[in-house]
Protein backbone atom coordinates (compact mmCIF):
# COMPACT_ATOMS: atom_id res chain seq x y z
CA UNK A 1 0.00 0.00 0.00
CA UNK A 2 1.20 3.32 -0.86
CA UNK A 3 1.96 5.15 2.77
CA UNK A 4 4.39 7.58 4.43
CA UNK A 5 6.17 6.71 7.73
CA UNK A 6 7.72 9.75 10.07
CA UNK A 7 8.80 7.53 12.52
CA UNK A 8 9.77 10.20 15.10
CA UNK A 9 6.55 12.05 16.72
CA UNK A 10 8.51 14.94 18.60
CA UNK A 11 12.30 15.97 17.68
CA UNK A 12 13.93 18.94 20.27
CA UNK A 13 16.96 20.26 19.33
CA UNK A 14 18.73 23.40 20.51
CA UNK A 15 19.16 26.47 18.53
CA UNK A 16 21.75 26.78 16.50
CA UNK A 17 22.15 22.77 16.47
CA UNK A 18 21.81 20.70 13.22
CA UNK A 19 18.73 18.70 12.49
CA UNK A 20 16.92 15.93 10.30
CA UNK A 21 14.01 14.95 10.15
CA UNK A 22 13.09 11.27 8.96
CA UNK A 23 10.54 10.44 5.98
CA UNK A 24 10.42 6.97 4.43
CA UNK A 25 7.90 6.35 1.70
CA UNK A 26 5.99 3.40 0.10
CA UNK A 27 4.71 4.02 -3.14
CA UNK A 28 4.82 1.99 -6.43
CA UNK A 29 5.66 4.16 -9.39
CA UNK A 30 7.79 7.84 -9.91
CA UNK A 31 7.43 9.20 -6.71
CA UNK A 32 6.97 13.09 -6.15
CA UNK A 33 7.76 13.58 -2.33
CA UNK A 34 7.35 16.98 -0.64
CA UNK A 35 7.87 18.56 2.88
CA UNK A 36 4.87 20.62 4.60
CA UNK A 37 5.40 23.13 6.93
CA UNK A 38 2.66 24.39 9.79
CA UNK A 39 2.99 26.90 12.12
CA UNK A 40 0.69 26.80 14.98
CA UNK A 41 -3.12 27.94 13.92
CA UNK A 42 -1.61 27.97 10.63
CA UNK A 43 -2.34 25.42 6.62
CA UNK A 44 0.42 23.73 5.29
CA UNK A 45 2.98 25.82 3.63
CA UNK A 46 5.49 24.02 1.27
CA UNK A 47 8.85 23.93 2.09
CA UNK A 48 10.33 21.95 -0.62
CA UNK A 49 9.45 19.24 -3.10
CA UNK A 50 11.44 16.81 -5.16
CA UNK A 51 10.90 16.09 -8.97
CA UNK A 52 12.65 13.46 -10.08
CA UNK A 53 15.98 14.58 -10.52
CA UNK A 54 18.95 15.91 -8.54
CA UNK A 55 18.39 14.31 -5.37
CA UNK A 56 19.23 17.04 -3.03
CA UNK A 57 16.72 19.76 -2.74
CA UNK A 58 16.86 23.19 -1.31
CA UNK A 59 13.98 24.68 0.11
CA UNK A 60 12.85 27.99 1.77
CA UNK A 61 14.89 29.24 4.88
CA UNK A 62 17.80 27.32 4.99
CA UNK A 63 16.14 23.56 4.59
CA UNK A 64 17.25 20.98 2.04
CA UNK A 65 16.14 17.16 1.30
CA UNK A 66 17.84 14.12 -0.33
CA UNK A 67 15.96 11.69 -1.91
CA UNK A 68 17.09 8.16 -1.60
CA UNK A 69 15.28 5.41 -3.61
CA UNK A 70 17.26 2.50 -2.16
CA UNK A 71 16.47 3.80 1.11
CA UNK A 72 12.89 5.03 0.08
CA UNK A 73 13.68 8.02 2.06
CA UNK A 74 13.30 11.62 2.00
CA UNK A 75 15.02 13.33 4.85
CA UNK A 76 14.63 16.47 5.99
CA UNK A 77 17.95 18.55 7.05
CA UNK A 78 19.00 22.13 8.59
CA UNK A 79 22.06 23.22 9.26
CA UNK A 80 21.28 25.21 12.12
CA UNK A 81 17.97 25.56 13.65
CA UNK A 82 16.55 28.61 14.43
CA UNK A 83 13.36 29.20 16.99
CA UNK A 84 11.35 30.45 14.15
CA UNK A 85 11.00 26.62 12.95
CA UNK A 86 8.99 25.28 15.79
CA UNK A 87 6.57 24.03 13.87
CA UNK A 88 5.17 20.58 12.86
CA UNK A 89 6.64 19.16 9.46
CA UNK A 90 4.97 16.60 7.39
CA UNK A 91 6.59 14.89 4.38
CA UNK A 92 3.97 13.22 1.41
CA UNK A 93 4.23 12.28 -1.95
CA UNK A 94 2.15 11.90 -4.69
CA UNK A 95 2.19 10.60 -8.39
CA UNK A 96 1.88 12.45 -11.57
CA UNK A 97 -0.80 10.51 -13.03
CA UNK A 98 -4.64 10.84 -11.60
CA UNK A 99 -5.70 14.14 -9.23
CA UNK A 100 -2.29 14.67 -7.69
CA UNK A 101 -3.58 13.58 -4.43
CA UNK A 102 -0.67 13.64 -1.29
CA UNK A 103 -0.47 11.04 1.10
CA UNK A 104 0.89 12.55 3.95
CA UNK A 105 2.99 10.93 6.84
CA UNK A 106 1.68 12.03 10.80
CA UNK A 107 4.02 14.45 11.24
CA UNK A 108 6.78 15.21 13.48
CA UNK A 109 7.07 18.08 16.17
CA UNK A 110 9.74 20.02 15.94
CA UNK A 111 10.46 21.72 19.96
CA UNK A 112 13.90 24.46 19.63
CA UNK A 113 15.19 25.12 23.32
CA UNK A 114 16.95 28.31 23.68
CA UNK B 1 -0.72 35.26 -5.22
CA UNK B 2 -4.03 33.97 -4.19
CA UNK B 3 -5.18 32.79 -0.85
CA UNK B 4 -7.10 29.97 0.57
CA UNK B 5 -10.67 31.36 2.83
CA UNK B 6 -12.37 28.78 5.05
CA UNK B 7 -15.32 29.74 7.20
CA UNK B 8 -15.68 29.03 9.39
CA UNK B 9 -12.69 29.28 11.56
CA UNK B 10 -14.04 27.91 14.65
CA UNK B 11 -17.40 25.28 14.77
CA UNK B 12 -19.13 23.85 17.52
CA UNK B 13 -21.65 21.69 17.17
CA UNK B 14 -23.95 19.01 18.84
CA UNK B 15 -23.63 15.12 18.75
CA UNK B 16 -26.29 14.51 15.72
CA UNK B 17 -26.17 17.87 13.70
CA UNK B 18 -25.14 18.16 10.12
CA UNK B 19 -22.33 20.76 10.02
CA UNK B 20 -21.39 22.47 6.73
CA UNK B 21 -17.80 23.99 5.85
CA UNK B 22 -17.09 26.07 3.52
CA UNK B 23 -14.11 27.28 1.47
CA UNK B 24 -13.34 29.80 -1.21
CA UNK B 25 -9.65 29.96 -3.32
CA UNK B 26 -9.16 32.59 -5.88
CA UNK B 27 -6.22 30.78 -7.97
CA UNK B 28 -8.52 29.76 -10.32
CA UNK B 29 -7.24 26.36 -9.56
CA UNK B 30 -8.75 23.27 -10.78
CA UNK B 31 -8.53 20.86 -8.48
CA UNK B 32 -9.87 21.22 -4.61
CA UNK B 33 -9.78 19.00 -1.77
CA UNK B 34 -10.79 18.23 1.88
CA UNK B 35 -8.42 17.04 4.37
CA UNK B 36 -9.10 15.96 8.07
CA UNK B 37 -6.33 16.59 10.28
CA UNK B 38 -6.26 14.76 13.49
CA UNK B 39 -3.70 15.02 16.62
CA UNK B 40 -0.82 12.35 15.61
CA UNK B 41 -2.55 11.08 12.42
CA UNK B 42 -1.28 13.32 9.70
CA UNK B 43 -3.84 14.31 7.29
CA UNK B 44 -6.44 12.22 5.51
CA UNK B 45 -8.35 13.04 2.18
CA UNK B 46 -11.92 13.33 2.25
CA UNK B 47 -13.11 13.92 -1.02
CA UNK B 48 -11.27 16.23 -3.95
CA UNK B 49 -13.05 17.59 -6.93
CA UNK B 50 -10.70 17.83 -10.30
CA UNK B 51 -13.61 20.47 -11.56
CA UNK B 52 -16.58 22.50 -10.80
CA UNK B 53 -19.61 19.42 -10.00
CA UNK B 54 -16.77 16.55 -9.73
CA UNK B 55 -16.53 14.90 -6.59
CA UNK B 56 -14.05 11.73 -5.82
CA UNK B 57 -14.46 10.23 -2.65
CA UNK B 58 -10.96 9.49 -0.68
CA UNK B 59 -10.00 7.41 1.79
CA UNK B 60 -11.84 9.38 4.99
CA UNK B 61 -15.37 9.56 3.12
CA UNK B 62 -17.82 7.98 4.54
CA UNK B 63 -20.07 10.07 6.96
CA UNK B 64 -19.36 13.62 4.77
CA UNK B 65 -20.82 14.98 1.64
CA UNK B 66 -19.03 17.43 -0.55
CA UNK B 67 -20.08 19.79 -3.06
CA UNK B 68 -18.64 21.85 -6.03
CA UNK B 69 -21.03 24.07 -7.64
CA UNK B 70 -18.54 26.66 -8.39
CA UNK B 71 -15.27 26.66 -9.91
CA UNK B 72 -13.76 28.68 -6.80
CA UNK B 73 -15.79 27.11 -3.67
CA UNK B 74 -15.84 23.97 -2.23
CA UNK B 75 -18.20 22.68 0.61
CA UNK B 76 -17.58 19.93 2.76
CA UNK B 77 -20.82 18.78 5.20
CA UNK B 78 -20.89 16.82 8.35
CA UNK B 79 -23.37 14.52 7.97
CA UNK B 80 -24.18 13.80 11.43
CA UNK B 81 -21.60 15.18 13.69
CA UNK B 82 -19.97 12.47 16.43
CA UNK B 83 -20.07 13.26 20.24
CA UNK B 84 -16.44 14.26 21.16
CA UNK B 85 -15.58 14.71 17.53
CA UNK B 86 -12.34 17.58 17.46
CA UNK B 87 -10.60 17.76 14.37
CA UNK B 88 -9.21 20.47 12.14
CA UNK B 89 -10.75 20.46 8.53
CA UNK B 90 -8.22 21.87 5.79
CA UNK B 91 -9.04 22.27 2.48
CA UNK B 92 -6.97 22.65 -0.54
CA UNK B 93 -6.30 23.69 -4.05
CA UNK B 94 -4.24 22.84 -7.16
CA UNK B 95 -3.71 22.67 -10.73
CA UNK B 96 -2.20 19.21 -11.64
CA UNK B 97 1.61 18.76 -11.31
CA UNK B 98 2.29 21.59 -9.13
CA UNK B 99 2.09 22.64 -5.49
CA UNK B 100 -0.85 22.03 -3.25
CA UNK B 101 -2.20 24.98 -1.55
CA UNK B 102 -4.03 24.95 1.76
CA UNK B 103 -5.97 27.13 3.50
CA UNK B 104 -5.85 27.49 7.84
CA UNK B 105 -8.56 25.36 8.61
CA UNK B 106 -11.27 24.78 10.34
CA UNK B 107 -11.70 23.43 13.53
CA UNK B 108 -14.76 21.75 14.41
CA UNK B 109 -15.38 20.61 18.39
CA UNK B 110 -18.81 18.38 18.89
CA UNK B 111 -20.38 18.95 22.55
Known amino acids: AQSVTQPDARVTVSEGASLQLRCKYS??????LFWYVQYPRQGLQLLLKYYPGDPVVQGVNGFEAEFSKSNSSFHLRKASVHWSDWAVYFC????????????FGSGTQLTVMP | GGIITQTPKFLIGQEGQKLTLKCQQNFNHDTMYWYRQDSGKGLRLIYY???????QKGDLSEGYDASREKKSSFSLTVTSAQKNEMAVFLC??????????FGKGTRLTVV
Open chain 1, 27 to 32: YFGTPY
Open chain 2, 49 to 55: SITENDL
Open chain 2, 92 to 101: ASSIPNTEVF
Open chain 1, 92 to 103: AVTSPSGSWQLI
